[in-house]
């Protein structure tokens, strides 16, 4: 677990306290409240705060389109209506706040989701942990020779144990150097900002990062994916179990139409329609490309 002992002592002192509210709230995720869920060797997600639940999401959208969702019966029914028809706003009514400690490769792609608010740990301020992602043996894997930007099979024996050592003995290596640079004591030695720079990509950093539901679910439907880089993904994997029990009627409907479901070009669904028609339809013949044809008969099965 990657809690520093005052974290600790923080959270353990937040959750000995509590408050009465008018404001909903959700049991599931008062449980969730301060329990840091580990994440790879040293990092971990944990629910600093959320606001609204399955019934905010209704509440938003009756006020906004009124008499137009008056033929839904039940609020999951209307929430259905709204992740098919592709409406965004009343997801917008529900935020999160999580604590995340994670390497900083890692970070640097999250970070592309700019649709959040962030506040990172500071190495100008504060001297980072010795602490590093080194990956597990069966995460270890060569360059596949299809997808530039993922992984094929993985390295065995002499080969996988090699790169260990290379990743742990660089990473002691920069932080020794790390240690040997940066002044104590604020009266010699480099700057901090200085010295952080010879740090490599898999030290840890952490932040919080505040989003609404509906960039939420973006993120998700992105990182939680088979195809999602590994180390970013056991992170979108750990959240959407959060989400599952902070609005269980969006995360449904999000799993159905997102998650589960495709989205078909005008294209695609012309072949699809003469499949079933009963016509023979090849990649020649369908119009599409290559990667076209091979991402529609993934769909198609």
């Excluded at 389109?65 to 706003?89: A, C, F, P």
């Excluded at 609404?212 to 880089?229: E, G, M, S």
Aim: glycine share 6%; proline share 3%; aromatic share 10%.
């Amino acid at each position: 677990m990657g809690l520093t002992p005052e974290q600790q002592a923080e959270i353990d002192a937040q959750r000995s306290e509590t408050h009465s509210t008018l404001r909903a709230t959700v049991p599931a995720m008062e449980a969730h409240l301060y329990h840091a869920r580990p994440v790879l060797d040293h990092g971990f997600v944990r629910v600093i705060d959320y606001m609204g639940d399955d019934a905010a999401i209704c509440q938003a959208a009756r006020v906004s389109y009124g008499k137009g969702t008056k033929s839904v019966q039940n609020d999951e029914g209307l929430i259905r209506y709204l992740m098919r028809h592709w409406h965004s706003t009343p997801f917008e009514m529900c935020e999160i706040k999580l604590h995340v400690k994670l390497p900083v490769f890692v970070a640097r792609q999250w970070i592309r989701h700019r649709t959040a608010n962030v506040n990172e740990y500071s190495a100008r301020y504060s001297i980072l942990d010795r602490e590093f992602y080194i990956p597990a043996p069966e995460h270890l894997n060569a360059q596949s020779v299809v997808n530039n930007q993922g992984r094929g099979k993985a390295l065995e024996g002499a080969e996988a144990d090699r790169v260990l050592k290379i990743l742990s003995d660089d990473a002691m290596r920069c932080y020794d150097n790390y240690e040997q640079m940066i002044s104590q004591d604020g009266q010699d030695g480099l700057a901090r900002e200085l010295a952080r720079m010879n740090l490599p990509a898999n030290v840890y950093t952490q932040w919080y990062w505040k989003v609404d539901l509906h960039n939420l679910l973006h993120f998700l439907r992105l990182r939680a994916d088979a195809h999602a880089q590994y180390e970013i993904r056991v992170y979108a994997d750990a959240i959407c179990e959060m989400v599952k029990d902070w609005v269980p009627f969006a995360y449904k409907a999000f799993e159905d139409y997102r998650m589960g479901g495709a989205t078909l070009s005008a294209g695609a669904l012309d072949c699809l329609r003469r499949m079933l028609a009963g016509e023979e339809v090849t990649q020649e013949n369908s119009g599409m490309s290559k990667g076209e044809w091979r991402e529609f008969q993934g769909v198609i099965g």
